[in-house]
Antibody, heavy 121, light 107 residues
Framework: EVQLVESGGGLVQPGGSLRLSCAASGFSFSSYGMSWVRQAPGKGLEWVSG????????YYADSVKGRFTISRDNSRNTLYLQMNSLRAEDTAVYYCAKAQAEVGKNWFDPWGQGTLVTVSS | EIVMTQSPATLSVSPGERATLSCRASQGVSSFLAWYQQKPGQAPRLLIY???TRATGIPARFSGSGSGTEFTLTISSLQSEDFAVYYCQQYSIWPLTFGGGTTVEIK
């Protein structure tokens, strides 16, 4: 069974940093692209960042470009999102999601359960 | 960036009735369109991709159609478990983008 388990969320002050992790199991992790998708309280889904299975190419939404960094450790089957210079508008539940091919430009299935990031003083 | 627009924002439907949800892309995405269902407190669940292929385990009452810029998700006979929020997503080009969602509520 494919499983994605996010961790690392919490309360952080504006301007602070946080690193999210997503532990994957049940599939050949390096063969699939992965993405982070967030959802602000009461709002819709916003794609944040994606990475190819090899880790060689990364992609970002304009709203986080230059502040967030996506990476992966294929030896540990883990996806990361380093978030710097956090703003109040980054407050959201962050989901990791599995793409359907190595390139990562796909639909997502499955999704993790999400981890809540709250940016507030 | 491709903007995805869903309509209506809210759809009120009685159980057993048909629901038709629309998704429009600001530029053509060919067939690279997926639909998701999300219930309160849960992660989104893939319903349809490509844009008419049902994901594993999705009932036949869910169907998708369209290409280019206009897409439709149809639920043929709404069951109680289908009342939820539905999102479309394009995966034609980066950045990937989602529509704002359609809430299907009980009439």
């Amino acid at each position: 069974e494919v499983q994605l388990v996010e961790s690392g969320g919490g309360l952080v002050q504006p301007g602070g940093s946080l690193r999210l992790s997503c532990a994957a199991s049940g599939f050949s992790f390096s063969s699939y692209g992965m993405s982070w998708v967030r959802q602000a309280p009461g709002k819709g889904l916003e794609w944040v960042s994606g990475i190819r299975g090899s880790g060689g190419n990364t992609y970002y939404a304009d709203s986080v470009k230059g502040r967030f960094t996506i990476s992966r450790d294929n030896s540990r089957n883990t996806l990361y999102l380093q978030m710097n210079s956090l703003r109040a508008e980054d407050t959201a539940v962050y989901y990791c999601a599995k793409a359907q091919a190595e390139v990562g430009k796909n639909w997502f299935d499955p999704w993790g359960q999400g981890t809540l990031v709250t940016v507030s003083s | 960036e491709i903007v995805m627009t869903q309509s209506p924002a809210t759809l009120s439907v009685s159980p057993g009735e048909r629901a038709t949800l629309s998704c429009r892309a600001s530029q053509g995405v060919s067939s690279f369109l997926a639909w998701y269902q999300q219930k309160p407190g849960q992660a989104p669940r893939l319903l349809i991709y490509g844009p008419s292929t049902r994901a594993t385990g999705i009932p036949a009452r869910f169907s998708g159609s369209g290409s280019g810029t206009e897409f439709t998700l149809t639920i043929s006979s709404l069951q109680s478990e289908d009342f939820a929020v539905y999102y479309c997503q394009q995966y034609s080009i980066w950045p990937l983008t989602f529509g704002g969602g359609t809430t299907v509520e009980i009439k």
